[in-house]
Every structure is written in structure tokens, then in C-alpha cells.
């Protein structure tokens, strides 16, 4: 039985492949294995970059990459580690894309060893799957922390349960064609959140890689400056670019967080945003060298601002604009004010995500004056939802208003509405019986054989 038959996309003219469904296990030992493999492939995956750095210098211990390794997989599944007496909790977002990544592959070779057909598509089916696959991975990384020593076992064991789930629903959904059950009465702009809200986070995302892309343009020379210092060599240098590659995703988060004025600390007493930069003590790692010098920034920097306002209304035009389509009526009758709410409401939402993203990149990158690294989020959390809803609120009076004067400007009558809504399909007349000749008084037989 293939996947889908249900909801399975492919572009016209290109055949797709049955997956073949073959139970070998019960359901629950298939998924478990399958996690236990994952933490396996994705600890495998940070010895291989590890194992890069000592291939020059094959006569140290093999047990340092090793530990390096096992260190930086924890690290990317939420655990806190100690490298070298320093505390890193500051998650590399990048390595743990690519890990789930990893694991959405081998979650579903699992699944498929699990079920002899597509399991239907109900939310608890999902969710008990993904709660499996999440409690095994989640105790595997638990584990790898407490026999090592490297990291914390009850942070281990929540960023893997966490992590593992939602990896876990990725891989599980649409293979089975899971879809969100959304109730009948649900209006459509609700309905199209999830796009709504990936409009307004891919602004927000592009604006942030925009500004860590300028920073680092601009300090090139003190960026260059701080890595001879650190005499890398060749290997080192691409491996050292690598390894703050890996934390990319959380500098453009902290972007995300200056564009909307929050900004971010790199330590105690630091604090850098459009309107103030405070500096205190450093890590000697190249990508610091793009932080800006203390004092106030130019004036000019305030107009980056605009990028969270112009997320609010991307998202709101995509909500507005689902709520037109998706119900004859409000095509019809939308007022401004129903506009402006709607506008305003998704750009809160996707502002409070955005403020939960930025809380997840907190961390330590050392002890006392090196602890609380990220986003600022006491002001993040009422400048991102304040601003991108402003923006919402915008755009949804834009959309609403080009609406009313489309229609002269008036709201259409309830006939109007009435005439707009589909009509149901024309009902087939019931067939009338042949006549009965003998019933009409015709000189006839009966069935009965008397003569009428």
C-alpha cells in the first residue's frame, strides 16, 4: 500500500514509487529501534567532524574527539556540557537540524518495518508514535550524559524528549496522511495560522540573516584579526568555521531580536541594540569581532525597525486574505475593524513565537561574567508582538478597505450573500411507474384473469 494515495504531491507526469509497508515488529519495537538508531547515526555524524581535527595529529588519544563528540551531541540536543572547564548551554541550532534531519530518514524506514499498511491518519496514532520514539530518544541521550559524565542527564533527557517528538511528528504525519483536524465551524483565517505564521517568521528570518550578513561584512578586518590570533592553519580554520557555522540559526535569531529593538547580552553588563551598545568581557571566537562598538549606533539604525512591522503584514495579508477567500460572506461584508482584528491578532501570535524562539537560544558560553547570553527577552516580549502587531493591523485595514470600496463602499444586502453562496446540486426527480392499462378502464386482462 503506498504512502497516499493520501496526500502524497507529485508534479504532473512524474511517477512516484509505492512505499511498501512490511511488519516485521510490532509497532512500538519498530519505532524504538528506529530512535535508537537515529541517536546512534547523529552522534556518528559529530565524530566524524571531530575525527577531521586530530587526522593531523593522529598521536594524541583517540578518547579526546571522542568526548569532543559526545559533548557537542549533547549540546545540540538541549544538554548542558562542561569543554575544557567551560559551561556551554548555548544550543547549535544548525547541528541539531541536521541531526532531526537524520532522523526523519530513519524514523521512517522504522515505521514502515512497523505496520503492515498506512496506519490511519488519527491524531492519537501520530501523537502515541511520536511519544515512543520521543521517550526512547529522549532516555538514550539521558543515558550517553550520566555514563560519560559530559552533561547534564535531566537537561539531556528534556531537550531529547522535546526534540525528539517534534522530530518524531514529522516523520510520522504525513506518512500516514495526517492532517489538523480543524472543526467545522473554525473561521478560515484561523485555519491558514500555520501559513500565516511561517510568513511573518520567514520575514523576520531573512531580516535577521540580513543584519548578521552586514555586521560581518563590516568587521571583516576585526573578525580576520581575531582568527590569526588563534593560528588555526588551514584544517583549522575551515573547521573553525564550521563550528560556528553550526550556531548560525542562533545568531540570526539574535538578529531577529535587535531588529525589533529588544536586542540581546553577550554577558554580564552587555547589551547591544539599535539604540545602545554596552561591552564588556568577550570570548576570543572570530565571530564577536562583528560586534559594534560601544556607545550610541547611528540614528539611522532605527529604521530597521521596519522589517518586524513588515512581518506583521506579510502574515496578516496571508490571514485576511484566507478569510476573503475561504467564506463568501466576509468576501462580501468584510468591515475595516474585522480586517484590523484579524491583522492585529496574527501578528501578536507570530510575534509571541518569535519571542519563544529567541527564549531557546539563551545560554552560558563560561561562568560569571560569560553567563545569559541571548535575546533580552523581558523586552522582547512586548516589542515583537507590539510591533509585528502594528504591522497586522496595517495590512489588514489595507485589505478589508480595498474590499469595501470594490463594493461601492456599502455592505452587500443578505440577499446578495444569499445569491453568492454555492447552490447544492439539482436533485434527480423520482421515476413515475409505467402506466397500468387495466386500471384506466381499458377492456383488459387483469392479473388476476377477470375481464375490467
Given at each position: 500500500?503506498?504512502?497516499?494515495?493520501?496526500?502524497?504531491?507529485?508534479?504532473?507526469?512524474?511517477?512516484?514509487?509505492?512505499?511498501?509497508?512490511?511488519?516485521?515488529?510490532?509497532?512500538?519495537?519498530?519505532?524504538?529501534?528506529?530512535?535508537?538508531?537515529?541517536?546512534?547515526?547523529?552522534?556518528?555524524?559529530?565524530?566524524?567532524?571531530?575525527?577531521?581535527?586530530?587526522?593531523?595529529?593522529?598521536?594524541?588519544?583517540?578518547?579526546?574527539?571522542?568526548?569532543?563528540?559526545?559533548?557537542?551531541?549533547?549540546?545540540?540536543?538541549?544538554?548542558?556540557?562542561?569543554?575544557?572547564?567551560?559551561?556551554?548551554?548555548?544550543?547549535?541550532?544548525?547541528?541539531?537540524?541536521?541531526?532531526?534531519?537524520?532522523?526523519?530518514?530513519?524514523?521512517?524506514?522504522?515505521?514502515?518495518h512497523g505496520f503492515a499498511k498506512a496506519p490511519a491518519p488519527?491524531?492519537?496514532?501520530?501523537?502515541?508514535?511520536?511519544?515512543?520514539?520521543?521517550?526512547?530518544?529522549?532516555?538514550?541521550?539521558?543515558?550517553?550524559?550520566?555514563?560519560?559524565?559530559?552533561?547534564?542527564?535531566?537537561?539531556?533527557?528534556?531537550?531529547?524528549?522535546?526534540?525528539?517528538?517534534?522530530?518524531?511528528?514529522?516523520?510520522?504525519?504525513?506518512?500516514?496522511?495526517?492532517?489538523?483536524?480543524?472543526?467545522?465551524?473554525?473561521?478560515?483565517?484561523?485555519?491558514?495560522?500555520?501559513?500565516?505564521?511561517?510568513?511573518?517568521?520567514?520575514?523576520?528570518?531573512?531580516?535577521?540573516?540580513?543584519?548578521?550578513?552586514?555586521?560581518?561584512?563590516?568587521?571583516?578586518?576585526?573578525?580576520?584579526?581575531?582568527?590569526?590570533?588563534?593560528?588555526?592553519?588551514?584544517?583549522?580554520?575551515?573547521?573553525?568555521?564550521?563550528?560556528?557555522?553550526?550556531?548560525?540559526?542562533?545568531?540570526?535569531?539574535?538578529?531577529?531580536?535587535?531588529?525589533?529593538?529588544?536586542?540581546?547580552?553577550?554577558?554580564?553588563?552587555?547589551s547591544i541594540s539599535p539604540i545602545s551598545v554596552q561591552l564588556?568581557?568577550?570570548?576570543?571566537?572570530?565571530?564577536?569581532?562583528?560586534?559594534?562598538?560601544?556607545?550610541?549606533?547611528?540614528?539611522?539604525?532605527?529604521?530597521?525597525?521596519?522589517?518586524?512591522?513588515?512581518?506583521?503584514?506579510?502574515?496578516?495579508?496571508?490571514?485576511?486574505?484566507?478569510?476573503?477567500?475561504?467564506?463568501?460572506?466576509?468576501?462580501?461584508?468584510?468591515?475595516?475593524?474585522?480586517?484590523?482584528?484579524?491583522?492585529?491578532?496574527?501578528?501578536?501570535?507570530?510575534?509571541?513565537?518569535?519571542?519563544?524562539?529567541?527564549?531557546?537560544?539563551?545560554?552560558?558560553?563560561?561562568?560569571?561574567?560569560?553567563?545569559?547570553?541571548?535575546?533580552?527577552?523581558?523586552?522582547?516580549?512586548?516589542?515583537?508582538?507590539?510591533?509585528?502587531?502594528?504591522?497586522?493591523?496595517?495590512?489588514?485595514?489595507?485589505?478589508?478597505?480595498?474590499?469595501?470600496?470594490?463594493?461601492?463602499?456599502?455592505?452587500?444586502?443578505?440577499?446578495?450573500?444569499?445569491?453568492?453562496?454555492?447552490?447544492?446540486?439539482?436533485?434527480?426527480?423520482?421515476?413515475?411507474?409505467?402506466?397500468?392499462?387495466?386500471?384506466?378502464?381499458?377492456?383488459?386482462?387483469?392479473?388476476?384473469?377477470?375481464?375490467?
Amino acid at each position: 500500500m503506498g504512502i497516499r494515495q493520501a496526500g502524497h504531491h507529485r508534479r504532473a507526469g512524474t511517477p512516484v514509487a509505492p512505499v511498501q509497508w512490511q511488519r516485521l515488529v510490532a509497532w512500538p519495537i519498530a519505532v524504538a529501534i528506529g530512535a535508537l538508531a537515529w541517536a546512534l547515526a547523529g552522534w556518528l555524524v559529530c565524530v566524524a567532524f571531530c575525527l577531521i581535527g586530530w587526522l593531523p595529529d593522529i598521536s594524541q588519544p583517540l578518547s579526546g574527539p571522542l568526548g569532543l563528540a559526545t559533548s557537542l551531541f549533547l549540546l545540540a540536543n538541549g544538554s548542558r556540557v562542561v569543554v575544557a572547564g567551560v559551561t556551554i548551554s548555548i544550543i547549535p541550532l544548525l547541528l541539531t537540524i541536521a541531526i532531526a534531519a537524520t532522523g526523519v530518514g530513519l524514523l521512517r524506514v522504522a515505521l514502515r518495518h512497523g505496520f503492515a499498511k498506512a496506519p490511519a491518519p488519527s491524531t492519537w496514532r501520530v501523537a502515541a508514535t511520536a511519544a515512543v520514539i520521543a521517550g526512547t530518544y529522549g532516555v538514550a541521550t539521558a543515558v550517553l550524559a550520566g555514563m560519560t559524565g559530559l552533561g547534564s542527564p535531566p537537561s539531556a533527557l528534556v531537550g531529547g524528549v522535546v526534540i525528539g517528538f517534534v522530530t518524531a511528528w514529522l516523520a510520522v504525519a504525513p506518512p500516514t496522511g495526517w492532517h489538523m483536524p480543524w472543526p467545522a465551524s473554525t473561521p478560515a483565517w484561523v485555519r491558514a495560522l500555520p501559513r500565516a505564521c511561517g510568513a511573518g517568521l520567514g520575514v523576520l528570518a531573512a531580516g535577521g540573516a540580513l543584519v548578521v550578513c552586514i555586521a560581518l561584512v563590516t568587521s571583516r578586518q576585526q573578525v580576520g584579526s581575531l582568527e590569526q590570533a588563534l593560528i588555526p592553519g588551514v584544517l583549522g580554520s575551515v573547521l573553525l568555521a564550521i563550528l560556528q557555522a553550526f550556531w548560525a540559526p542562533t545568531m540570526i535569531i539574535w538578529g531577529v531580536s535587535w531588529l525589533t529593538g529588544a536586542g540581546f547580552a553577550l554577558g554580564a553588563e552587555t547589551s547591544i541594540s539599535p539604540i545602545s551598545v554596552q561591552l564588556g568581557i568577550l570570548p576570543s571566537l572570530p565571530v564577536f569581532g562583528a560586534v559594534p562598538a560601544v556607545g550610541a549606533p547611528p540614528g539611522g539604525l532605527i529604521f530597521w525597525l521596519v522589517v518586524p512591522v513588515a512581518a506583521g503584514a506579510a502574515a496578516a495579508w496571508v490571514a485576511v486574505r484566507a478569510q476573503e477567500t475561504g467564506d463568501v460572506a466576509s468576501k462580501i461584508n468584510m468591515r475595516i475593524e474585522g480586517g484590523a482584528a484579524i491583522g492585529c491578532a496574527t501578528g501578536i501570535v507570530v510575534g509571541l513565537l518569535a519571542t519563544v524562539a529567541c527564549a531557546l537560544t539563551r545560554g552560558d558560553l563560561g561562568q560569571a561574567r560569560l553567563t545569559g547570553l541571548g535575546p533580552l527577552i523581558t523586552s522582547m516580549v512586548l516589542l515583537a508582538p507590539a510591533l509585528l502587531g502594528f504591522g497586522g493591523v496595517v495590512a489588514g485595514i489595507a485589505l478589508a478597505l480595498r474590499l469595501h470600496l470594490a463594493h461601492g463602499g456599502r455592505r452587500a444586502p443578505a440577499q446578495a450573500v444569499q445569491a453568492a453562496k454555492p447552490k447544492p446540486p439539482p436533485q434527480p426527480k423520482p421515476l413515475k411507474p409505467p402506466p397500468q392499462p387495466w386500471l384506466a378502464g381499458e377492456n383488459k386482462v387483469s392479473p388476476k384473469g377477470h375481464i375490467a
